[in-house]
């Protein structure tokens, strides 16, 4: 009889543990559901990712997107920033700017680093995507904004450390490889900060 009360004690006490358990489990999954993770994109459903990354220190994504078959000019390409895919901050063209004018520039570094930079201009600003790669799995990103009266960059935010999406499908480089060169990049570099 002593043995059954004891293993019967045990089981209840090992139940009660695992009942626990499983209440504080479920409890964490309530509490994550209700924190939206980042968005890996602000490219709207459908497109393609050009280039994206959550910003570092905050809850924003920035992101270079293409609309439909840009590979054949029967879509676009787009600029998107924001916490919310469904709604960004910026969207640039935007539906009354037509197709918009981006540039792309060949970033080379010291060793084997190197990578690009996508510009355009709007409002009185100069807003920069730029990724860069190299030796010993070097991945940085992220976008500068500068005013294009200065020689300085306004503010620079870089993406979260290994979070950053660059495109590999061929066809969508090629299409921006057609695109103009900046000239003040190429020449100068990014801009640093004051």
């Not at 390409?77 to 060949?106: C, I, M, N």
Request: aromatic share 8%; proline share 4%.
């Amino acid at each position: 009889m002593k043995s059954t009360f004891t293993t019967t004690a045990i089981g209840l006490a090992l139940l009660t543990i695992a009942a626990t358990a499983q209440a504080a489990t479920d409890s964490s999954k309530a509490v994550a559901s209700h924190s939206a993770p980042h968005p890996t994109s602000m490219c709207a459903k459908g497109d393609e990712v050009v280039f994206s990354c959550p910003l570092a220190g905050g809850k924003k994504v920035v992101s270079m997107c293409a609309a439909s078959d840009v590979t054949r000019n029967a879509g676009r390409f787009y600029y998107a920033y924001g916490r919310d895919a469904a709604a960004p901050e910026l969207v640039y063209p935007g539906k009354d700017q037509g197709a918009g004018s981006f540039t792309r520039t060949h970033l080379g570094f010291a060793g084997n680093t190197g990578g690009y930079a996508y510009a355009f201009s709007n409002g009185g600003y100069k807003y920069i995507v730029y990724s860069i790669s190299g030796e010993r799995d070097l991945q940085d990103g992220g976008v500068i904004v500068q005013r294009e009266s200065d020689a300085h960059a306004a503010k620079k935010m870089p993406c979260e450390s290994g979070k950053v999406i660059d495109t590999n499908k061929d066809d969508l480089i090629d299409a921006t490889l057609k695109w103009k060169s900046d000239a003040v990049i190429e020449q100068h570099g990014l801009p640093a900060t004051h």
